[in-house]
């Protein structure tokens, strides 16, 4: 029987990989779908792993530019941050690995499709989800969620089967993609607990402070310091190296799962956050005060159905279609200020720039109206409270 595995090299897919060959016999096919965050190195080193362990092939799938097509950018429109802290980067990026893991397994003509996901967690839920809807003829197998298996009986087996690694490095499992590294460790599993300094992939390594400005065309991000990389997966990439050393985004997590049970999780997103945040005054400088509100409304359903493996549901697709059309006027630079563990947004400047004086200074001067306007205004604008006042006889 052929398997295709969704391989990343840690603990749960070598497992499942040595149990699937060993103990079921079957023909096991790895793959990793990169959304970005891994050097050439570790991929290579990734595929090595896989056919040690006795894979029949390993191939790396790159789906960084479909990610970004199709979910970055509206993330970024529509500025998205789950609870209002987490950029939904591992999240986000599952619906797009199971897509291409399983658009694999049918071109090779597998009859089988594995994941290493526990069942105590989200993953779970996107990867079947996923794989059902679109291959239902696809049996899915989940070696570590079905045999209830612990890290250490885990080790153990890869133990038993001559597999000896430094499992040591793995006390914290870390997810690294190009809109941010999700960690979680045995700090994560409590409630008043902090990851330490060393669990964190990008140490603090600068200090001072450094400016740099974003500028962003129709909402998207189309230079950092004046350079365009060549692309928006690139220029990304390029901000995260500017940023990274800085030890900015980081921050932990804590949400309802899919399963219905409360989640924590740390992660490090200096990108993404730098990203969004320019972005999201930019747009407090160009668009009105009901775009704005709608588009929070909406940029949060849209971060949720990602979070919980919906991006297929058709409305996500009109959502879409409303953030991208608000972002028509959001042109123009953003300044901001990195400094260790944080960055500050010094201003913008826009040719769209609704501070326009020609109308008026806040708290300055108007040229627009005058003070009798004001009076009148406001008058009309007071008549609904005067009127349930004085029909209810109200003191205060």
């Known amino acids: 029987m052929k ?59 790159d789906i960084t530019g479909e990610y970004y097509e199709k979910c970055i950018k509206y993330m970024i429109f529509g500025n998205v941050l789950r609870n209002k802290t987490y950029p939904v980067s591992v999240s986000s990026e599952r619906a797009f690995q199971a897509l291409a893991i399983i658009r694999y397994a049918k071109e090779i003509g597998a009859t089988h499709v594995a994941h290493g996901s526990t069942g105590a967690g989200n993953d779970q839920v996107r990867f079947d989800l996923c794989f059902s809807v679109i291959a239902p003829e696809i049996t899915i197998l989940t070696p ?19 597999v000896h690694r430094d499992w040591s490095r793995m006390a914290y499992s870390i997810n690294k993609g190009i809109w941010g590294t999700s960690i979680g460790g045995k700090e994560t599993l409590t409630s008043d607990r902090s990851l330490p300094e060393s669990a964190y992939p990008s140490p603090l390594q600068r ?3 450094e400016e740099i400005t974003l500028a962003f065309e129709r909402g998207e991000l189309a230079r950092v310091n004046g350079e365009t990389a060549g692309s928006k997966i690139a220029l990304i990439s390029r901000l995260e190296e500017i940023a990274a050393p800085w030890a900015i985004g980081r921050d932990t997590h804590v949400g309802d799962t899919i399963v219905g049970i409360k989640g924590r999780v740390g992660f490090e997103a200096a990108a993404p956050l730098i990203i969004i945040k320019a972005h999201e005054l930019l747009e407090k400088h160009t668009l009105t005060k009901w775009q704005n509100y709608w588009k929070e409304q909406l940029g949060n359903w849209y971060g949720m159905f990602l979070h919980e493996a919906m991006h297929g549901e058709p409305v996500m697709r009109d959502i879409e279609k409303f953030l991208e059309h608000g972002q028509r006027y959001v042109t123009g630079e953003a300044r901001v200020r990195l400094r260790p563990y944080h960055f500050d947004l010094l201003g913008i400047r826009s040719p769209h720039d609704l501070m326009n004086a020609t109308f008026a200074q ?35």
């Open 207 to 209: 200090d001072g402070s």
């Open 362 to 396: 806040y708290g300055e001067s108007n040229n627009a109206w005058s003070a009798d306007d004001v009076k009148g205004f406001t008058r009309i604008l007071s008549m609904p409270l005067r009127v349930h006042r004085a029909v209810n006889n109200e003191e205060e």
């Open 3 to 61: 398997v295709v595995l969704a391989y990343s090299g840690g603990l749960d897919t070598s497992y499942c990989l040595k149990y699937l060959s060993d103990e079921k016999g079957m023909e096991v096919y790895t793959a990793l779908a990169n959304t970005g965050g891994f050097s050439r190195d570790e991929l290579e080193a990734i595929e090595q792993k896989a056919i040690e362990l006795g894979a029949k092939k390993h191939v790396t799938i």
């Open 144 to 162: 570590t969620r079905d045999l209830h298996l612990s890290r250490e009986e885990e080790i153990d087996y890869l133990r038993s089967k001559g």
